[in-house]
């Protein structure tokens, strides 16, 4: 129906009859003669109706509006002196219409295309008309390029591609799985996966040795900026390899796809112990894009003569005291606004934020009374202090204060522009530990239960594992680890979590049958591709680079997902709904 996009043509096209369709992004009347600015995926065009040149597309133009789809057919020229637009890639020439076809209407639109004032909500229940801004567009074009990247780099590497179940069993990954009734087995139910995890670990079993996928996976989890319920990953696995050998790959992967998004990383990415990036920056996932690490005072708070400061600081295994200095922060901030940050970190479980000023005379403060001469220098040399500094201390819980105190630091970087939106700051984080600790004193494993342990037989609490997360600018792409390949190592690590025989053959019976006919070493990597695409694009959340997303409350406005099911359904599989008007 066409002979060109609207954005194809240029100067070297005058002369040329050509045909082109889209929709009206706006007309014009002057004077007689209607301008309609003709949109498609590649840009806008002008079109001329002019009476004088056809009577007919022009009774026709004025009687479109925006949004109705248009063909066009008709004479490119260049337009008069001084009515160029610079802002159009088309802007030096126009169509003279000589052909116009109607091919749809439109009814008057919700809100204008490309409207950024529009609630979510809205926009959302309108996807489709939200997706026709150019920005849009690109989004998902740059997303397109980025899985073609990836599998050309992932297939030029030897991986080959292999799908997956959706519809598996219930497996412990760390979230609630959204359940599948069968109407073949009347009360039981599939589970949509959380990931591939199993089935990736199978094929390794296969001999596949080196397997890919551009997954989908789904999680009934609550939501926030970069999470939603179905989501998609690059899964990777391979066989016979090391960490570094994961690393490398993930790193070719990451290049190749930032590479057609328009931006030239270098490769190898650092590394930072997971310990060192709690201790420094209170985050396994620090933004590196500015200083401002934490620094660790507790020696000099154990010699204080405040007790509850001295007695914090004395249970170094479970307790921190945290230092944070902002350059200059005595001259920035009033004592109004460091009101302000105590009030911020007591909402992530602080009982306060001390601080000292540093004065010409020496550090000013109410903690200066608890400290000697000896103590104040120290600080003051330990944190790297200059007049005109303000140093902020937390103090309490490890776990507490590393949250809080990394949480802090992000915000104080935010409120002095100290983030550069141009960096792209790339990070290994590695030697994570196996077992983190519940709240009820238990333990679970942190990445999944066939993480490769490196010292499984030392304390629960000291074990750490062959896992690997990349991070960019603070935020996690993705993680992996080497996996547990033989039994005895599993089955310590199933001792360590109290998991005993049935419950490991009722959860995990067929990996584990896998696992004991001859399992090669194998170990791989996820990297979530929404969020990719999110950093890659500038986005606020990946709601925007995911066609047809869901809101914060897992639901879709556009096609009202999710709905009731009629009783004809429910009673094929032997389901009732209890207690519906109660919830309703």
């Known amino acids: 129906m066409r002979t060109h996009y609207c954005s194809d043509l240029s100067k070297d096209n005058v002369e040329e009859i050509v045909r082109v369709c889209g929709w009206v992004n706006s007309y014009r009347d002057h004077g007689g003669v209607i301008f309609i600015d003709l949109r498609d995926k590649s840009g806008i065009v002008q079109l001329v109706c002019d009476p004088a040149d056809n009577k007919k597309a022009y009774e026709l133009a004025n009687i479109v509006r925006n949004e109705y789809v248009l063909k066009a057919s008709g004479k490119v020229r260049l337009r008069g002196e001084g009515l160029t637009n610079s802002k159009l890639k088309t802007g030096e020439i126009e169509i003279v219409v000589d052909e116009l076809n109607i091919e749809n209407s439109s009814k ?15 926009r959302l229940k309108y996807r489709f008309l939200d997706l026709r801004n150019s920005e849009s567009f690109e989004k998902f074009q740059m ?6 990247a990836c599998r050309n780099t992932l297939d030029k590497l030897g991986f080959i591609e292999v799908e997956t179940p959706m519809l598996t069993r219930a497996t412990p990954e760390g979230a609630r799985d959204y359940l599948v009734p069968s109407r073949v087995y009347p009360g039981e139910f599939y589970a949509l996966p959380q990931s591939p995890q199993l089935f990736k670990q199978l094929l390794m079993c296969s001999g596949f040795d080196k397997y890919f996928q551009i997954a989908k996976c789904f999680r009934d989890e609550d939501l926030r900026a970069d999470r939603q319920p179905e989501f998609t990953q690059i899964d990777i696995e391979m066989s016979f390899n090391t960490q570094d050998d994961v690393i490398k790959v993930g790193e070719e992967v990451l290049k190749d796809i930032f590479k057609v998004c328009g931006y030239e990383i270098s490769t190898p990415f650092p590394r930072m112990a997971y310990k060192d990036a709690m201790e420094n920056y209170g985050s396994d996932k620090p933004d590196l894009r500015f200083d401002m690490p934490l620094v660790d005072v507790s020696e000099i708070f154990e010699r204080s003569n405040n007790e509850i400061f001295s007695s914090i600081a004395k249970d170094k295994k479970k307790n921190r005291v945290k230092a ?150 603070g935020v996690e792409l993705g993680g992996g680890s080497i996996r547990i390949h033989k039994s005895d190592i599993q089955q310590k690590v199933f001792q360590k979590l109290s998991i005993d025989e049935d419950e490991q053959k009722e959860k995990f019976g067929f990996l584990l049958d896998a696992l004991s006919f001859g399992a090669p070493p194998h170990g791989g990597i996820a990297i979530g591709f929404d969020r990719l695409i999110m950093l890659t694009t500038k986005s606020s959340s990946i709601r925007d680079v995911i066609a047809f997303p869901k809101t914060q409350r897992a639901s879709c406005p556009l096609t009202k997902a999710p709905s009731r099911a009629n009783d004809e359904q429910l009673k094929e599989l032997g389901l009732r709904i209890r207690n519906l008007e109660k919830r309703g």
């Not at 997303?143 to 073609?148: D, L, P, Q």
């Not at 333990?443 to 997360?469: C, L, Q, V």
């Open 108 to 122: 008057a639109l919700p809100f204008m295309i490309g409207d950024k004032n529009v609630g979510e909500e809205t």
């Open 143 to 148: 997303r397109s390029k980025a899985a073609i």
């Open 324 to 473: 944070i200095k902002v350059e200059n922060g005595d001259n920035i901030f009033s004592k109004r606004e460091m009101k302000g940050f105590e009030d911020f970190v007591r909402k992530f479980g602080a009982n306060g934020l001390a601080f000292f000023q540093v004065k010409e005379d020496g550090l000013k403060g109410p903690l200066i009374k608890f400290f000697d001469e000896k103590d104040l220098d120290e600080i003051i040399k330990k944190c790297d202090l200059k007049i005109g500094d303000v140093v902020f201390f937390g103090a309490g819980k490890k776990k507490t204060v590393l949250d809080y105190m990394g949480r802090f630091r992000l915000f104080l970087a935010e409120k002095l522009n100290l983030i550069d939106e141009n960096k792209m700051e790339f990070l290994w984080v590695v030697d994570f530990p196996m077992f983190e600790e519940n709240d009820d004193g238990s333990y679970s494993a942190m990445h999944h239960p066939f993480t490769m342990p490196n010292n499984i037989d030392d304390d629960i609490e000291d074990i750490t594992s062959i896992a690997y997360d990349v991070v960019l600018n």
